[in-house]
Every structure is written in structure tokens, then in C-alpha cells.
């Protein structure tokens, strides 16, 4: 059986997890989801506050809201940082090419993508009832939010984490083919993830195989273009269950006559038990895979959704 190949995903992350002790204390964060990531991503280090001359350690920044326009400001030395830190950002960003995600410091007045507390003026040490972004997180979001960024937090959620490897895996190897677009190459990726997309969102699915089958006029380069703007829509929302049961059903009937009726049924519960939550789905990925290769079907051992990350990452 050949092995999978995956191409190597690049992901901006913040410095301080895992790599630097930068944090305002000079601490490092410890995380054991991006520690396991160490070896398989190509990662680009950022740390925003370090970057605009704030030393380490330092004394710590918040997020002040003046009636809707944030500011950054150090609240012991009252300096402001607003207009530094978007300069750095605005740069940093433009600066990134071919990259396909992002790990970013949970909740950071600077890093965070969502639930920054936002602060009101003056000496009140409670932050107020709004959240948003650290001025950072949400530059990036606003410039790449197509692609998969998360915080380190979050990607302690078994299902957050799947969609975000699912798709930053789905999306690097898009990244990749595209350096040499070849319409063959453009048609097998479309065909290898049929049953990812189709887990994910059929209606986007459909219409990504008509800019495959038919590109008309379109150059190459094009039809690649039009394909990789629709792409990201497929993972806007993670999977949908009902989707993902039929995928898995439509790929047992590969085995309808090959299977012992014991062996039918123990995947009938076992697929019943994922749609309780009572279990995960790589269970039932596990065991259609061991039949796949079993009774050698290599239209879907070619499939992405059986194996859509390394296997040492699950």
C-alpha cells in the first residue's frame, strides 16, 4: 500500500507558545497540541509586542474601548501602542507568502482572534461586558481569514482541532500543486477530497467540479484561481454529522458483499454511537480503513477523508 504523501503545512504562530519565553513576564506557554505539531508544520515565529520595542519582560498592555475605538495601552506607564503595533502588523501581514495558517495566543490583547477583554478608561480593573480581537489576531483575520487560523486554547477542543487540521491539510496541498498548475493534478486533487467535500458542504462540492470538469476558455492558471477562491468556503463550518453519516454509510456499500453480517452490524453500532456522541469518528474512519485496505479499494484509500492529517497527529 502506498503511503499517503502531505504536503507540509507553513503556520504563522505566536512565539511565545511553545518556543520563546516572551510572554510580558518572559514566561514561555506550554502546549501540549502545538508541541505535538513540532516537526510536521513549517512554522514562521511572531511576537508582535516584542516586535515594537516592548522588551521582555514588560510591563503588561490591554486593550482600552473609548467608545468603540480600541486602543493599546501599557496601563501602568499609560503609553499608548495602538498606532505601533498596527503599523507592525500591517506590515508583518504583507510580508507573509504562501503560508496556510495560523496558531495564535488565546485571548492576548495583541495575538487573540476572539474573547480579548476589552477594558473601559480610567482605573477600573474589571474589564467591561464586550470581547473582540487583539489588535494583531484581528489583521490577520482580516487579511487571511480564509485560510485556518486558530488560538492554542481553542485547539485543545477535539472537534476544533480536527476542522483545523482538516482543512490546513487540505489547504497546503491545494498551496503546493499550485506552484506548477497542471489541469491532471487540479482533477486528482478535486477527485482524491469528493468525499471530504462532501462531508463538509455538497453544494459547494458540486460546484467545484464544474469549474474542474469544465473550464471553457479559462487558462489553467484561472480555473486554479477560480478553484482557490471557492476552496475555503468548503471548511466554513465544521462537518456537518448527518453529512458525515452518509459518507459513511455510501462508503460501506463498497463492502455490502464482502463483509460477515457480524461485521456489518459491529460498525451499524458503532456508527449509531458516533451519532450519540458516545464516540469519535475516527473509530469509524479506523475501521472502514482497515477494510479498505483489507479488500484493497483504491479509489478510497486515495480518499482524503479516510486519513485527511498525518496519523501521529490525531
Keep these: ?36 505539531f513540532i516537526g510536521s508544520f513549517s512554522f514562521l515565529l511572531v511576537c508582535p509586542e516584542s516586535e515594537i520595542g516592548l522588551g521582555i519582560p514588560r510591563k503588561p498592555v490591554r486593550l482600552i474601548d473609548k467608545k468603540g475605538d480600541i486602543r493599546m495601552i501599557q496601563h501602568e506607564t499609560e503609553a499608548d501602542f495602538t498606532s505601533e503595533m498596527a503599523d507592525f502588523s500591517d506590515n508583518f501581514l504583507s510580508s507573509l507568502k504562501k503560508i496556510d495558517g495560523f496558531i ?26 464586550s470581547k473582540g480581537s487583539g489588535l494583531f489576531g484581528e489583521k490577520a483575520v482580516s487579511k487571511f481569514g480564509s485560510l485556518a487560523i486558530e488560538t492554542e486554547g481553542r485547539l485543545n477542543d477535539a472537534a476544533i482541532r ?72 468548503v471548511f466554513s463550518r465544521q462537518m456537518r454529522k448527518g453529512s458525515v453519516v452518509n459518507v459513511l454509510q455510501h462508503a460501506l456499500g463498497y463492502f455490502s458483499d464482502k463483509l460477515t453480517s457480524r461485521e456489518k452490524k459491529y460498525f451499524l453500532l458503532t456508527l449509531d454511537k458516533f451519532t450519540q456522541n458516545r464516540s469519535a469518528l475516527s473509530e469509524c474512519r479506523s475501521l472502514l480503513m482497515s477494510w479498505i485496505v483489507r479488500f484493497e479499494e483504491e479509489y478510497l484509500l486515495r480518499q482524503t477523508f479516510f486519513s485527511p492529517y498525518p496519523e501521529e497527529l490525531i
Design 162 to 233: 480536527d476542522h483545523f487540521l482538516t482543512k490546513l491539510y487540505a489547504l497546503s496541498y491545494f498551496r503546493e500543486i499550485s506552484a506548477k498548475p497542471a489541469m491532471g493534478k487540479l482533477v486528482e486533487y478535486h477527485s482524491e477530497n469528493k468525499y471530504l467535500f462532501m462531508a463538509y458542504n455538497q453544494s459547494i462540492l458540486r460546484y467545484l467540479g464544474k469549474i474542474t470538469a469544465n473550464p471553457g476558455k479559462d487558462s489553467v492558471e484561472s480555473t486554479f484561481q477560480k478553484y482557490a477562491e471557492k476552496l475555503p468556503h
Design 104 to 129: 495564535l495566543k488565546d485571548r492576548s490583547p495583541s495575538c487573540g482572534i476572539k474573547d480579548v477583554k476589552y477594558y473601559p478608561p480610567g482605573e477600573k480593573k474589571q474589564p467591561i461586558s
Design 1 to 36: 500500500m502506498k503511503e499517503r504523501y502531505f504536503a507540509k503545512p507553513r503556520v504563522v504562530i505566536s512565539k511565545c507558545i511553545e518556543f520563546s519565553p516572551c510572554r510580558w513576564n518572559g514566561s514561555v506557554i506550554s502546549s501540549p497540541v502545538v508541541k505535538k
